[in-house]
């Protein structure tokens, strides 16, 4: 299986969970996988590609990076399947693929234009939302665009150990145990680096606005 064949479509996030909406669990569509029904695999990837985009696309705040660094993540799902182990979770496995797979890529190239973000995702840490009617106020806009540049910016210099926690945990509203078997590493290390992250990243969003003043 190529990345050709994995298909990313737009569609409403549902809650996390280990079993679809048919009830069938993730450990036995990986079963029926393994036993040689390979077309089974898009189960998988039509329940989860929307989370692993969203989470890269936060990783690396490009769009058209997101969707082949997401592609390339189940593709390296597909080849590995055989050494997932049912006693962990399925997708936090996943997006342990996705993450390092965005963290691989932004080694290669280390410069490359971001798009927007798409704000709402920002609010559990602080940064207000792009009213709807914003652009009919010219200036109102040009201000938050420059807030978005910032804040892109501060985002993407975070370390690689600081990085994956707020975008995993504060803009993707995973939890800090979840988190903690994505990174694997102990959930009191989450905890703390959840804590350098936010505040990195407040000094950073200081500091532009003091010279702003």
Do not use: C
């Not at 799902?77 to 182990?85: C, D, H, R, T, V």
């Amino acid at each position: 299986m190529d990345s050709t064949t994995i298909a990313l479509h737009k569609r409403a996030v549902t809650p996390i969970g280990e079993r679809g909406m048919d009830g069938v669990s993730d450990q036995a569509v990986i079963d029926r996988v393994l036993a040689g029904e390979l077309d089974a695999y898009e189960i998988l990837v039509d329940k989860y590609q929307n989370r692993i985009y969203s989470a890269v696309f936060n990783y690396v705040l490009n769009r058209d990076d997101a969707v082949d660094i997401t592609q390339e993540a189940f593709v390296r799902a597909y080849a590995k399947l055989g050494n997932f182990s049912s006693g962990s979770t399925f997708y936090t496995w996943l997006y342990r693929i996705g993450i390092n797979a965005a963290i691989d890529h932004l080694r290669k190239r280390k410069t490359r234009p971001v798009d927007s973000l798409d704000d709402h995702r920002f609010t559990e840490i602080g940064f207000e939302p792009t009213a709807p009617d914003s652009a009919s106020n010219p200036e109102r806009l040009a201000v938050r665009g420059e807030q978005a540049r910032v804040l892109r910016s501060a985002v993407l210099s975070l370390s690689e150990k600081l990085r994956p926690v707020i975008v995993l945990h504060d803009i993707e509203g995973l939890s800090q145990e979840e988190v903690a078997d994505i990174l694997q590493v102990p959930v009191g290390t989450v905890k703390s680096r959840v804590s350098r992250g936010r505040a990195e990243l407040r000094q950073k969003l200081s500091e532009y606005a003091g010279e702003l003043l």
